[in-house]
């Protein structure tokens, strides 16, 4: 099994930055994929960005592709979100999650998740 929680999540105007993190005890994440998801009131929860176990794959949703950027610390059994130019509508409460799967965007192929941590962007 593996534990992980999220922290970095906060108030910022649009524009703005923030960076994620995801730290994980038990097992090493370099063990799993590792995701990122964010669900914002009244919506599901939607895929944002994964990285591969090795680090070499990373994929992201287009929304936020271009904009964010998912990288991990192996030494530190850390993952980050590495977030730029944020809008409004990403807004939401943001998840790190952890599949054995290859590569997976549904989040019902996570078998693992954090508590989730609230990101608020201000127009």
């Known amino acids: 099994q593996v534990q992980l929680v999220e922290s970095g999540g906060g108030l910022v105007q649009a524009g703005g930055s923030l960076r994620l993190s995801c730290a994980a005890s038990?097992?090493?994440?370099?063990?799993?994929?590792m995701g990122w998801f964010r669900q914002a009131p009244g919506k599901e929860r939607e895929f944002v960005a994964r990285?591969?176990?090795?680090?070499?794959?990373?994929y992201y949703a287009d929304s936020v592709k271009g904009r964010f950027t998912v990288s991990g610390d192996n030494a530190k059994n850390t993952v980050y979100l590495q977030m730029n130019s944020l809008k409004p509508e990403d807004t939401a409460v943001y998840s790190c999650?952890?599949?054995?799967?290859?590569?997976?965007?549904?989040?019902?192929?996570?078998?693992?998740w954090g508590q989730g941590t609230q990101v608020t962007v201000s127009s």
């Open positions: 999650a952890a599949t054995t799967a290859i590569a997976a965007t549904s989040a019902s192929r996570y078998d693992y």
């Open positions: 038990g097992r090493t994440f370099s063990d799993y994929t």
């Open positions: 990285i591969s176990r090795s680090g070499g794959t990373r």
